[in-house]
């Protein structure tokens, strides 16, 4: 990395697909794993929407979150989605420039509580219903390598 890159990189916002539905994965337990369309419905209800966007799924740097608007998270047809707003720091700028290069592809995410079927040695899982929702994260690689993540540039203050 050019060391002229990093302080003037606009850190912009991050588009992602934090998960995809009906494909299989593999969760943090090495369970195999596949999500419901529909899922998240119940955890992007919640009124105690505190979820933040972190790095590699641990407090190792911290992106956003729902509740200081910096986090938006909603569903598709197709799964799980995210913009973030990135900070305007070296954390923000170097995670904005790792996307835009192709370093950082993926995304992950942290639940409580899901409704799941298991077969009968549960060595696979199918995940109903999400409860709660902790975090999403900034990953690679990620659990699931049908997750994705763009960088787009923003300009004045807004979004």
């Known amino acids: 990395m050019n060391p002229v890159d990093l302080p003037t990189f606009p850190p912009g916002k991050l588009v992602g697909r934090v998960a995809v539905f009906d494909v299989p994965g593999t969760g943090a337990d090495g369970i195999e794993t596949v999500l419901r369309p529909g899922c998240f419905a119940e955890a992007l209800r ?8 972190v790095m590699h799924a641990e407090d190792e740097g911290f992106l956003g979150s729902v509740y200081n608007q910096t986090l938006r ?17 070296r954390l923000g700028r170097l995670v904005a420039l790792c996307v835009h290069r192709g370093r950082i592809r993926g995304m992950s995410f942290y639940s409580q509580g899901m409704r799941c079927t298991f077969n009968e040695d549960r ?14 994260s900034v990953a690679q690689p990620a659990a699931f390598p049908q997750t994705s993540l763009k960088w787009a540039p923003t300009f004045g203050t807004g979004r």
């Not at 919640?46 to 966007?53: H, K, M, P, Q, R």
């Not at 060595?123 to 999403?136: A, F, G, I, P, S």
């Open 73 to 89: 998270l909603w569903q598709d047809n197709e799964g799980l989605m995210c913009e973030i707003v990135l900070p305007n720091n």
């Open 123 to 136: 060595t696979k899982r199918v995940v109903h219903e999400v409860e709660r929702l902790v975090d999403v």
């Open 46 to 53: 919640s009124t105690e929407n505190t979820v933040a966007c």
